[in-house]
């Protein structure tokens, strides 16, 4: 008998796995979520590195229904402006690391990193410098799945197949100032940006040795390259504050976001567009920026990120990132063992166990989740780790208990 497939081919899944494989999430109350037979999860990664408020906040579907009873949708292409959409913008420029930004809005992360190296190159062209179109990244970053996200991505399986990549992008490895330096010096007078995530994510958890991305701000200052960080994950306090580059005092031109700037109860991206990049496009009084998607300033969107930017401030949950990092790290330092477990390694309240070539991340993985946790193998033999800032102390020791005890079985 062939096995029954679900009607939803599945994102970074096997387009053969039978329905009967998956996990169906039906509720989520804080940092834990049930499936349909009722048994809980503790959320170690913020369902996809974004529930910084957690599951089940009555108070976001409120504002998400109050706004779509008003106006759930309308476009922000040419004239039109709504008012979610510009009070989240005025919000986030109030909390950008940056002076002077405007923000552009995407549904999403890819779209956003799509759109800010997009912003690059357009601003070099608008500043007189159309032959600077090169992005430089980093191995092993992960930047979306779109065609520019994906060519930006340091991680080689996500690029197999999917035909010509786009030019002019390029990756370095990850601390390699060296190799920078090497490309810079042949292709720097073509530079348009370098592109990096403060702390790489889903590539693996690693975060930048000190200095390092003050290093790439000078970089792009001696070439004429505007630095974008891509702060997807690490922005909305995941690191302690608003945003990576704050906790790593570095300046940047661009910042890309999504996920926890609504912690994941509407799909919004943007980007954070500085001075540098929005004065040449600024510029002219007749230019049109011919970019921009169906939902960027989605109204109900919007009303969600405003919400969710009011919880957070309202309990302290950029500061609160701090106290989680420390429970969890300490608890995870606790499992390395220097053979199965080489490892822990994180900021803020991200963090990963590294493995050892022994221990299949898969396996734990699901050994994880029998024990009630959900966390996500990702890159080399990881297992990540970043869970809702709201997580209560008994989850975070269920979190530690059952991730021992999975290693341990496996
Ligand atoms: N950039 C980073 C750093 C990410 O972690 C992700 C997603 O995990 C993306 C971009 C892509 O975002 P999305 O999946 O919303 O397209």
Redesign the pocket.
């Known amino acids: 008998m062939v096995a029954k497939l679900p009607a939803q081919l599945h994102p970074f899944a096997r387009p053969a796995a039978p329905v009967s494989t998956f996990v169906n999430i039906v509720s989520g109350q804080g940092a834990t979520v049930f499936d349909d037979s009722g048994k809980s999860y503790v959320d170690a990664l913020g369902s996809?590195?974004?529930c910084q408020i957690g599951h089940g906040r009555a108070e976001m579907a409120d504002a998400i229904a109050a706004q779509c009873r008003r106006l759930a949708g309308f476009h922000t292409f040419d004239r039109f402006a709504n008012l979610p959409a510009e009070a989240l913008c005025e919000e986030l420029v109030g909390l950008a690391p940056m002076e002077g930004a405007r923000v552009f809005l995407t549904?999403?992360?890819?779209?956003?990193?799509e759109t800010a190296i997009k912003l690059a190159r357009m601003a070099q062209v608008r500043a007189g410098h159309p032959e600077r179109t090169l992005v430089v990244s980093r191995r092993p970053?992960?930047?979306?799945?779109?065609y520019a996200?994906m060519s930006a991505t340091g991680l080689p399986p996500n690029q197999e197949g999917w035909g010509p990549l786009l030019p002019d992008v390029v990756q370095v490895d990850k601390d390699d100032l060296d190799k920078l330096d090497v490309v810079l010096a042949e292709e720097g007078s073509r530079l348009a940006a370098i592109l990096s995530?403060p702390v790489?994510?889903?590539g693996g958890v690693y975060p930048p040795p000190p200095g390092y991305l003050g290093a790439l701000r000078q970089r792009c200052d001696r070439h004429g390259a505007y630095l974008i960080l891509?702060?997807?994950?690490?922005g909305f306090g995941r690191l302690g504050t608003w945003w990576g580059a704050q906790h790593y005092g570095v300046r940047p031109d661009v910042v890309?976001f999504?996920?926890g700037v609504t912690s994941g109860y509407q799909?919004v991206?943007g980007v954070l567009v500085g001075p540098a990049v929005r004065e040449p496009l600024e510029a002219e009084l007749g230019f049109v920026l011919r970019h921009g998607n169906t939902y960027s300033g989605h109204p109900a969107g919007c009303a969600a990120g405003l919400a969710n930017l009011a919880i957070m401030r309202r309990e302290g949950l950029v500061e609160r990132a701090g106290q989680v990092g420390d429970r969890l790290s300490e608890g995870l330092r606790g499992l390395v063992d220097g053979s199965r477990v080489l490892e822990a390694r994180g900021a803020g309240a991200v963090w990963a166990l590294g493995f050892g070539p022994d221990l299949d991340a898969v396996a734990v993985r699901d050994a994880m989740l029998e024990r009630g946790v959900i966390a996500r193998p990702i890159g080399p033999p990881t297992m990540a780790f970043c869970p809702p800032l709201v997580i209560t102390d008994a989850e975070m020791n269920h979190l530690i208990e059952a991730t021992g005890a999975a290693i341990a079985a496996v």
């Open positions: 996809l590195w974004y549904s999403g992360g890819s779209e956003a990193v970053s992960y930047h979306g799945v779109t996200a995530e790489i994510g889903s891509d702060e997807v994950i690490c890309t999504a996920k799909p991206g």
